[in-house]
């Protein structure tokens, strides 16, 4: 075999100083409020719901009610009881929470954009 020559790695990138990096609050609140509304199991939850949707053709109700028959059978009435109340206070906080943004934030928004123009 030939000898091989010697390699250099190229030298680690800088560390920033991260010891004293801290996110400012807005970074933190906003981050929080993303990770509420836009997680994996949101997604799933609602993937999931628009596949039975269709699948069945019947509304909302129709679909938790699957689901809570399911769980139930899976996982016992208490479980299947608590599981539902939670998603159900979940999906209503966030359903309050965009419709505040919009009222608050949007609709304003919006509204000064089309005067401006």
């Given at each position: 075999?030939?000898?091989?020559p010697?390699?250099?790695?190229?030298?680690?990138?800088?560390?920033?100083?991260?010891?004293?990096?801290?996110?400012?609050?807005?970074?933190?609140?906003?981050?929080?409020?993303?990770?509420?509304?836009?997680?994996?199991?949101s997604?799933?939850?609602r993937?999931?719901?628009?596949?039975?949707?269709?699948?069945?053709?019947?509304?909302?109700?129709?679909?938790?009610?699957?689901?809570?028959?399911?769980?139930?059978?899976?996982?016992?009435?208490?479980?299947?009881?608590?599981?539902?109340?939670?998603?159900?206070?979940m999906?209503?906080?966030?359903?309050?929470?965009?419709?505040?943004?919009?009222?608050?934030?949007?609709?304003?928004?919006?509204?000064?954009?089309?005067?401006?123009?």
């Amino acid at each position: 075999t030939f000898p091989t020559p010697p390699t250099s790695s190229p030298p680690p990138p800088p560390q920033p100083q991260s010891s004293n990096f801290r996110p400012s609050p807005l970074v933190s609140l906003f981050s929080s409020f993303f990770k509420l509304f836009f997680n994996e199991g949101s997604r799933r939850r609602r993937a999931a719901y628009i596949a039975a949707r269709d699948r069945t053709g019947k509304g909302w109700f129709h679909v938790a009610r699957m689901g809570f028959k399911g769980r139930k059978k899976n996982y016992g009435l208490i479980n299947a009881v608590v599981t539902y109340a939670g998603r159900v206070a979940m999906d209503g906080f966030k359903g309050v929470l965009g419709w505040t943004f919009k009222l608050a934030v949007f609709y304003p928004v919006r509204t000064a954009f089309r005067i401006k123009k």
